[in-house]
């Protein structure tokens, strides 16, 4: 599979579904969706994704999945070399239909400052995803497939339900391998994108 093509065997048309919301929002455009319709919607609080023009939508993160979000940065943050930078919730642009915003990524300091609005999947050394409920299908299996697609070489996906468990994704050739699983009690030391130790339990529990 040559990468930013993702395979459409179903998963994509049964996953393209909105979430309910607060709020009645009438949204620009009619499917397939592209990105250029994406920069019409409203700011209405939900996160938009694509996946081969199908339409994903997100609520606002929990506020047990923001702090989740906020440990893993400042860990990240604190461990990162000069030339790398940890950001949250970027915009991920791989084609004109497909445009994800992961939890949280690290890029290039020198792709901060030259980005005006969207990365590029080179830009990408580490995407992370933190499982919610409402988003536990995508980030399992269509984002797994859809980061590897994109050449993305390390992909972190965070299960809150699981104490929380780390689950660290390589990419091999046009895939990943299996995942390595960290669990909650144990110190993990990873080596990519930049050597970080950690428990995973850290990011869950309250500070000192």
Do not use: C
């Not at 980061?147 to 994704?169: C, H, S």
């Not at 970080?196 to 850290?202: E, G, H, K, N």
């Amino acid at each position: 599979m040559r990468k930013g093509v993702i395979r459409d065997d179903g998963w994509v048309t049964a996953l393209a579904t909105t979430e309910p919301t607060t709020g009645r929002t009438v949204l620009p455009g009619v499917p397939p969706f592209s990105v250029d319709d994406l920069l019409k919607f409203p700011d209405d609080g939900n996160r938009y994704e694509l996946f081969n023009g199908s339409l994903l939508v997100s609520p606002a993160p929990t506020p047990l999945h923001q702090r989740v979000i906020t440990r893993a940065l400042i860990m990240l943050e604190n461990a990162s070399p000069p030339d790398l930078e940890a950001l949250t919730t970027i915009n991920l642009r791989v084609s004109d239909k497909d445009f994800y915003i992961p939890d949280l990524a690290v890029v290039p300091v020198t792709s901060v400052e030259a980005v005006r609005l969207m990365f590029s999947p080179a830009d990408i050394r580490l995407a992370v995803e933190v499982v919610s409920p409402s988003t536990q299908a995508r980030d399992r299996l269509l984002k797994t497939e859809a980061y590897a697609a994109a050449g993305i070489p390390v992909y972190w996906r965070i299960e809150l339900a699981e104490g929380p468990t780390v689950y660290v994704y390589e990419l091999d050739g046009e895939t990943y391998r299996p995942p390595a699983a960290y669990k909650a009690g144990s110190v993990v030391t990873l080596r990519e994108p930049y050597p970080v130790s950690f428990d995973p339990a850290d990011l869950i529990e309250r500070r000192d």
